[in-house]
Structure formats: C-alpha cells, structure tokens
C-alpha cells in the first residue's frame, strides 16, 4: 500500500476536494512518540474508516484534526483552515467539525433537548426558537422526539450516543469525527447507531469513523486507515482492503476482530 | 446565683436573642456568597495554564490556610478602615475578614470539583466550538458545583460555628446577646443552654441535609 510520501500523494486520496488534510504529523505526549508522520486525506463526503489495535493512536489521530489535541510536527488543514496555526480561531474551526465519543459524553446536568441547543445558541447565536426547531427536527430523525426533556443518565446507551449524534449534526458541520462510536455499547443496541451513521454516510456527510465494525466499514466505507503503533500502516480503498491486499499486520488484526 | 432553671428569662430574651442569630445568619450568609464567588474565581486562577497566575493564587490560598480564623477577624477590623480611609464598622471588616478567609477553603473545594468534572466533558464541549470560558460556565462549572454540594455545606456549618468569633471586635451576634443576658440576668445556665440547643438543632439540621443530598447524588 501507499507508504505515504508528501511529495506524491497516492493515487487514491487524489481526486477531490480534500476538507480534512494531515500531512507528515507527528506527536508526542512527553518522550512518547503517539503519532509518526501520519499523512492523510478525507474528500469531501467520503467516509473513512479508522482500525488498529489499541493503543496505536487512533483516538488521538481523530482529537488533533480538531485541535483537542496539539501536535508537533506537520501540517492538518480542515477545509484549508491550518488546525496548528497559532492564529486560527480553533472555537470556530471546531463548531464546523462534528464529534461523536466512545463514552457519549452528553451533558449529565441538562436535558436531552438543552444538550443539542446550547451551542446553537452559544457558538452559533441561533435564536431559542430556531434552535430548538433544529434540535427536534435531528431529534425526531434519530428517533428520540418522545425523550427530549429527560436527562442523559435516563436514557440507554444507544440513546444517548444518538442524541450525541444530534448534537453533533446540529451544528450543520462540514465533517463528523467519530471514536469509537459503538465500542461502549451493549450489542444489542449496537446497530440502532450504525444505522443512524450509515444513512448519514449515504446522503453524503464526510466522515472519518474510528471503528471496528467491520460490516459498517464494508458497507459505507470507501477508504480504510489502517494504524500500528502510531504509524498510518495502511491507507486504501475499502475494497482493496477487504480483498486482501493489505500488509501482515493489518491481516493479523483483522483475523483477530473478525474471529470474535 | 438563683437557684432552678428559669425558663422565663429564655421566652423574655427571644427578641433580643433573635437579632443575634439575625446577624449570625447575615455573616454566615455573606460569606458563603463571597467567599463562593471569590474562591471559584481562585480556582480558575490556580488551574489557569498561566503560571505566574496559578501561582499567586496558591499563595493566596496558602497564607488564608495557615492563619487562624481570629487573626484574620483582627487584622481586617484594623486594615479594612486603613485601606478605605475611613471607618467601615465592625460589620463590613468582619464581612469582608469571612470572605477572604472562606474564599482560600472554597477555592480548594470548587478546584477539586472542576477536576471532578471527566476530561470527556470537556473535550465535548470544545469539540462543539464553545470558548474556555464557555466550557466553564455552562458545563464544568455547574458539574463542579453540584459534584461538591456536600462538602461546599460542610463549609457553610463550619462558617456558621465560627461567625461566633464576632465577639472579639464587639458586634452582637447570637452568642454575644445570649452573654449579655447571661451576665446582666446572672443566668449563665440557662443562656448558654439556649445557645448550645440553637446551634446543635441548626447544625443537625444542615448535616441531614447534607446526608439527604449525598445519598441523592450517590443513587444517580
Ligand atoms: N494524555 C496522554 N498522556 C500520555 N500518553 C497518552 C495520553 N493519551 C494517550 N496516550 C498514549 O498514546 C497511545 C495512543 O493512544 P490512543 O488513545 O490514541 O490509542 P487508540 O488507538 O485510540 O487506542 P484504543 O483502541 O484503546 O482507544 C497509547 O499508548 C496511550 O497510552
Ligand atoms: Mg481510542
């Protein structure tokens, strides 16, 4: 595969128009080298699938595209805003960047409905009325309008990681990032989410999904990212991937995920 | 000394008793306030990612830590007038004395608090483009607050006992009142009876309040 180069690009993340860029980024959290020169791209609305073992820096490739996380070394352009860039309003960057937790992470202190209005209101100055028209509009998409005044900790795990979803897409963000969205769930409520990422992935949102579902990467994914102790090992199409034309490392991974 | 326990003398001094603990409650009452708004201002100082800030705020805390609560009442009912130029009351020196003071225990409470608050929360309110100071005010502050409500009433009863240190620059808070009867009356008994029962039942009261708010917090 594309041991990726920054003078030529692989030929697969070429054609578009790239919203997310990661060029030759590396981090370190102390002596610890997390990322190494990890070179990327997601076009616009397509979806990216993220693997590798744990530990190899998949959550932590996701929280430096939106700034969570700095990093050291290389370049990271969303919608050719530069994320390193000391004068870039990150606040602002971040509010067009969707992001979906492995823990939900709704807020515990307000309700369903608040969680999906503040920022509309707070970042981005919506009204209470129109806010909250956006916010029951998402909510009845996902399924979720009867629940709006209760409080996270009353509703299930799929739910909240539903609402969160909501949340995510009340912004109207030119890309979701999602880690491990599923992997907290119990299984039975494992595909009410999937689905709701997977029409979202149809009509077109670009998506960079740390997962390892497998059959949602088969069926929405049109790159996958393979990662291995901080390096991008892997980076191609969904079907050069699943038709095994990927490294010994990525295929000792997915026999394990595969067998389980 | 007469003899007996006269009860008549308790239902005689209830007014004047009573504009004691009124002044009791005012000081315990402001501060709380103060020492709340000014102790979670010193939290976000000493968790500021600026150091010369974090540090004078830890110095602050520091020094209120080490002095005794009567030091402080002392020093302010000197140095409050000096400052202002004029004189401010006993009132307003031991006010401010309680607000500076409380603001140092405060401050520890409310900082343990915001890093009570899960690292996931706040990386959920970045990631929806609030500002720092955003993040704060709508969602780590408010789970800081309500994470240390127990302790932070803890603190309030501790306040409310020692508001009784008053007497040392003369104002009249419940005790100083139920000691002037006391001595006038030669009623020590039964005065300081009165006392002790009003601030076990009051002080009882808080700590099932605060028992009740635990074990509501404890089953979410
Ligand atoms: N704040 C931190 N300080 C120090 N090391 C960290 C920190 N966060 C993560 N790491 C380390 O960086 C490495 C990559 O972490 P990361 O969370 O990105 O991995 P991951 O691929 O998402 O793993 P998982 O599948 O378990 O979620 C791990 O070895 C982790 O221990
Ligand atoms: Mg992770």
Redesign the interface.
């Known amino acids: 595969m594309n041991k990726t180069d920054n003078t030529a690009p692989s030929t697969e993340t070429t054609s578009g128009v790239g919203m997310i860029r990661m060029n030759d980024v590396s981090k370190w959290y102390g002596d610890f080298q997390v990322l190494i020169n990890c070179t990327t791209k997601v076009d616009v609305g397509e979806v990216v699938v993220i693997c590798g073992p744990s530990g190899s820096g998949k959550s932590t490739l996701i929280?430096v595209i939106?700034g969570?996380e700095p990093f050291q070394e290389g370049e990271i352009t969303f919608d050719g805003i530069s994320v390193g860039d000391q004068a870039t309003n990150l606040?602002?960057?971040?509010?067009?960047?969707?992001?979906v937790?492995q823990?939900f992470?709704?807020?515990?202190?307000i309700t369903i409905i608040d969680n999906i209005n503040?920022?509309q209101l707070?970042?981005?100055g919506r009204d209470q009325d129109e806010a909250t028209k956006r916010s029951m509009e998402l909510l009845e998409r996902v399924g979720l309008i009867d629940q709006m005044d209760k409080f996270p900790?009353q509703l299930s795990g799929g739910q909240q990681q539903r609402v969160a979803i909501a949340?995510?897409l009340a912004?109207d963000p030119a890309a979701m990032l999602f880690d491990e969205p599923t992997s907290a769930l119990d299984p039975e409520m494992i595909n009410e989410v999937l689905d709701v990422m997977t029409e979202l992935a149809l009509e077109g949102m670009t998506m960079m999904v740390v997962t390892h579902e497998m059959g949602f990467a088969r069926r929405v994914a049109h790159r996958v990212v393979f990662m291995d102790e901080g390096r991008i090992e892997e980076d191609c199409s969904k079907d050069e991937f699943f038709s095994g034309e990927r490294g010994e490392r990525a295929q000792e991974f997915l026999s394990k995920i595969l067998t389980h | 000394m007469e003899s007996g326990f006269d009860y008549g003398i308790i239902l005689k001094s209830v007014p004047y008793l009573a504009e004691g603990l009124v002044l009791t409650f005012q000081l315990t009452i402001l501060g709380i306030l103060g020492g709340l708004v000014f102790g979670t201002l010193l939290a976000l100082c000493r968790l500021a990612p600026f150091a010369p800030v974090s540090f004078i705020a830890g110095t602050y805390v520091n020094f209120f830590r080490s002095m005794p609560l009567i030091l402080v009442i002392f020093w302010f009912y000197f140095l409050v007038p000096f400052l202002v130029g004029r004189p401010v009351g006993g009132f307003w020196s031991v006010t401010i004395a309680f607000i500076m003071f409380e603001a140092a225990y405060y401050c520890e409470i409310m900082r343990a608090g915001i890093q009570s608050v899960k690292v996931g929360q706040v990386y959920a309110g970045q990631a929806l483009g609030l500002t720092y100071r955003q993040n704060m005010q709508y969602i780590v502050l408010p789970q800081a607050f309500r994470n240390m409500i127990p302790i932070l009433l803890t603190q309030a009863i501790v306040l409310f006992q020692d508001t009784s240190l008053v007497y040392v620059v003369g104002l009249g808070d419940f005790l100083v009142h139920a000691d002037i009867v006391a001595n006038r009356d030669n009623r020590l008994m039964e005065m300081f009876s009165t006392v002790a029962v009003v601030y076990f039942i009051l002080c009882l009261l808080g700590t099932l309040f605060v028992g009740r708010l635990q074990r509501k917090y404890a089953n979410e």
């Open positions: 929280k939106n969570l606040p602002k960057l971040r509010s067009r960047i969707g992001m937790f823990n992470e709704l807020f515990p202190h503040l920022a707070k970042v981005l900790a949340r995510g912004m």
